[in-house]
């Protein structure tokens, strides 16, 4: 079946470690996202890419990084410099412009 | 910018009885859609409905409708004879344009046996 895989679905990171959060989708999906999701907000978009090798910032960038080098795959690295990295992180991508987003399932991020 | 805003942070209803979830929107775009989502206790987010702005009828999806008023920016989320399962956070959001999707904070639904 297709979809998106996020994993791993729970990771602990030690303050100062950068961590990668791995997604993939089989979706033939151009476009790839990832969103945070603190407790009781909404999602609040990190980076996105339409197209492999272009990424764009979204709305909370800052501490994050991404590649997007094949179609399949859009890994979120969570750098040392994000000061409040402990999250729910989702991962989505788009078929096509306005039919709304597949969404993996999560990767709960925790610093300890 | 565009924003959406759900007034309602949390919500309950008894079994088989209906429910409404507020959403409202701003945008200075003409073309737009309007989606719903639903995040269960497992996390995963689900599309449950989607409105196109040029389209005045309102869309449905079986036991799910919305009241879609372009005017008043507001897009309400309808369940009908509601389950047990429909328990779940739920998310209103937008997409301008092929632009990226913008979420409400969200909706939290309890339903009561």
């Known amino acids: 079946d297709g979809g998106i895989t996020q994993s791993p679905k729970y990771l602990f990171r030690k303050e100062g470690q950068n961590v990668t959060l791995s997604c993939e989708q089989n979706l033939n999906h151009d476009a790839m996202y990832w969103y945070r999701q603190d407790p009781g907000q909404g999602l609040r978009l990190i980076y996105y890419?339409?197209?492999?090798?272009?990424?764009q910032k979204g709305d909370i960038a800052e501490g994050y990084s991404v590649s997007r080098e094949k179609k399949e795959s859009f890994p979120l690295t969570v750098t040392s410099a994000q000061k409040n990295p402990t999250a729910f992180y989702l991962c989505?991508?788009?078929?096509?412009?306005?039919?709304?987003?597949?969404f993996g399932s999560g990767t709960r991020l925790t610093v300890v | 910018a565009q924003t959406v805003t759900q007034s309602q942070p949390e919500m309950s209803v008894q079994e088989a009885e209906t429910v409404t979830l507020s959403c409202t929107y701003d945008t200075s775009e003409s073309d737009y859609y309007l989606f719903w989502y639903k995040q269960p206790p497992s996390r995963q987010m689900i599309l449950v409905i989607r409105q196109e702005a040029y389209k005045q009828q309102n869309a449905t999806e079986n036991r799910f409708s919305v009241n879609f008023q372009k005017a008043a920016k507001s897009f309400s989320l309808k369940i009908s004879d509601s389950q047990l399962g429909d328990a779940a956070m739920y998310f209103c959001a937008l997409e301008t344009s092929g632009s990226r999707l913008t979420f409400g904070e969200g909706t939290q639904l309890t339903v009561n046996p």
């Open positions: 890419s339409q197209i492999v090798n272009d990424f």
């Open positions: 989505a991508s788009r078929r096509k412009a306005n039919y709304g987003y597949t």
